[in-house]
Each structure stands twice: as structure tokens, then as C-alpha cells.
Nanobody, 121 residues
Framework: QVQLVESGGGLVQAGGPLRLACAASRRTFSNYAMGWFRQAPGKEREFVAA????????YYSDSVKGRFTISRDNAKNTVYLQMNSLEPEDTAVYYC??????????????WGQGTQVTVSS
């Protein structure tokens, strides 16, 4: 497993941008696909985006496609989630996760502690 620490959450107005980062502890970070998930109050955790081990393949939920971009820097052991045109419905705790299979299709076996994103209307 890999230790993951998210950062970059906060309060933003609707329509604004925010960038999340997730730093991984292991030098084998480049072997893992990485994903972002979120959980809003009273709702189940849902998939947001994923990127394969080499960055060649990305996946998005329909709700964020065209607004969010996932990317990774294997030299820095970090994955990012650039969020644009944020909506109040994007308010949630955002988690990054690691998939040892490398392709982002799961299962994910390591999770960060989460970072709160709040979008005000």
C-alpha cells in the first residue's frame, strides 16, 4: 500500500477554480493508477476521475467531464485534480486513492484522509 496526503481544498465561489494535490509516499508511485473520489454529506462516496500509471489514460464521471482535469507528475509522486467552473453540487470531501493494477479501473487499496471542498453559491 501507499500513504497518500491530499491538499488544496477550501472554500470557493461558484464558477471558480480549485486545484487539489495528492502526494504519495512510495517511490513505486509510478506503478499505480490514481483516482479521485468524493463524498458529500448524506451521500455515498462516488468516483470523480482516474489516471493510469503513465498518464496516458484518464477517466471522468459524467458530472465533472469537461470541468475537471486529472494529471500526475511521477517525478514528484503527486497526482492533481484541476477543478474549474465549480458548482455548489461539487461540495464534498475529496479523497485520492491508489490502484495497484495501474489502469485506474480498481480496486483501490490505499486512500488518503480527504480534503474538504466547499463551493458557495
Amino acid at each position: 500500500q501507499v500513504q497518500l496526503v491530499e491538499s488544496g481544498g477550501g472554500l470557493v465561489q461558484a464558477g471558480g477554480p480549485l486545484r487539489l494535490a495528492c502526494a504519495a509516499s512510495r517511490r513505486t508511485f509510478s506503478n499505480y493508477a490514481m483516482g479521485w473520489f468524493r463524498q458529500a454529506p448524506g451521500k455515498e462516496r462516488e468516483f470523480v476521475a482516474a489516471v493510469s500509471w503513465n498518464g496516458d489514460n484518464t477517466y471522468y464521471s459524467d458530472s465533472v467531464k469537461g470541468r475537471f482535469t486529472i494529471s500526475r507528475d511521477n517525478a514528484k509522486n503527486t497526482v492533481y485534480l484541476q477543478m474549474n467552473s465549480l458548482e455548489p453540487e461539487d461540495t464534498a470531501v475529496y479523497y485520492c486513492a491508489a490502484d495497484p493494477g495501474g489502469m485506474g479501473l480498481g480496486p483501490y487499496d490505499s486512500w488518503g484522509q480527504g480534503t474538504q471542498v466547499t463551493v458557495s453559491s
